[in-house]
């Protein structure tokens, strides 16, 4: 999981990243309170777990955005090369059909990836 906070001395953003799936999960690993350091100012404060959010995987979103890409893209022209061979338009329609699958992946991972930030930023701790 991808988290953030807020630096208290000079409001830079503070990322890391820990393998928790719920702020319950962050406080049994580094206590209540997570001891982060801000690049910006160079201050190691500690913050409460409630002040760390979670935010979304770029690697993630740019994986979906790969698959939706290229996935339409060869969809397309296996569709195109197969219709062209057809002279049913119900055989066409079917394949063109297709062409939603790379869509289809792509939102899966898009809301699979939303929720588990949904469900981290929804719960509190304590
Ligand atoms: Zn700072």
């Known amino acids: 999981m991808n988290l953030q906070t807020r630096c208290i001395s000079c409001g830079a953003f503070i990322r890391f990243r820990q393998n928790v799936v719920d702020r319950f999960a962050l406080a049994k690993k580094h206590g209540a309170k997570v001891e982060l350091h801000c690049v910006q100012c160079n201050s190691v404060k500690a913050y409460s777990v409630n ?28 569709v195109i090369g197969l219709a062209a061979g057809l002279n049913s338009i119900y055989a066409i329609e079917a394949l063109a059909g297709f062409v939603v699958v790379p869509y289809l992946i792509y939102e899966g991972i898009k809301s699979h ?3 588990r930030v949904n469900y981290f930023n929804a719960k509190r701790y304590g």
């Open 51 to 78: 002040d760390i959010k979670a935010r979304q995987h770029k690697y993630w979103r740019l994986i979906g955005v790969f698959i939706f890409v290229v996935g339409t893209i060869s969809v397309l022209f296996t």
């Open 113 to 115: 990836q939303e929720q």
